[in-house]
Nanobody, 134 residues
């Protein structure tokens, strides 16, 4: 069984930066596409939204329009870890950020499941809260 554990959330003022990490265990994740979703604490599960994704080898990345340019996703397969560097944070970025993983995604359609509320994901972490004050 795959276990994903997020860290790095916290409180930051608008314009600031945070770096989230997600460490996997239980299986080696270098064949998994991985990514981040977020959910406003006051909203329902179906309102979870995609943020960023990275292919199994880190060669391709994919971002939601709302975070493009401000966020950078990366991975270190030797450490079974992915990161999300978040810059120029805005109050509307406030959310619980969830790490997600799905195995066996290759080729040009590797990111096809990183959409919407992420129902195509196979594994989830428990989330880390990011709060951005205005």
């Amino acid at each position: 069984q795959v276990r994903l554990v997020e860290s790095g959330g916290g409180f930051v003022q608008a314009g600031g930066s945070l770096k989230l990490s997600c460490e996997g265990s239980g299986r080696i994740l270098n064949s998994f596409a991985m990514g981040w979703f977020r959910q406003d604490p006051g909203k329902e599960r179906e309102e979870r939204e995609f943020v960023a994704a990275i292919s199994w080898n880190g060669g391709s990345t994919y971002y939601a329009d709302s975070v493009k340019v401000r966020y950078t996703i990366s991975r270190d397969n030797d450490k079974n870890t992915i990161h999300l560097q978040m810059n120029r944070l805005k109050p509307e970025d406030t959310a619980v950020y969830y790490c997600a993983a799905t195995p066996g995604r290759y080729g040009s359609s590797w990111s096809s499941q990183f959409v919407g509320a992420g129902y195509g994901m196979d594994y989830w972490g428990k989330g880390t809260l990011v709060t951005v004050s205005s």
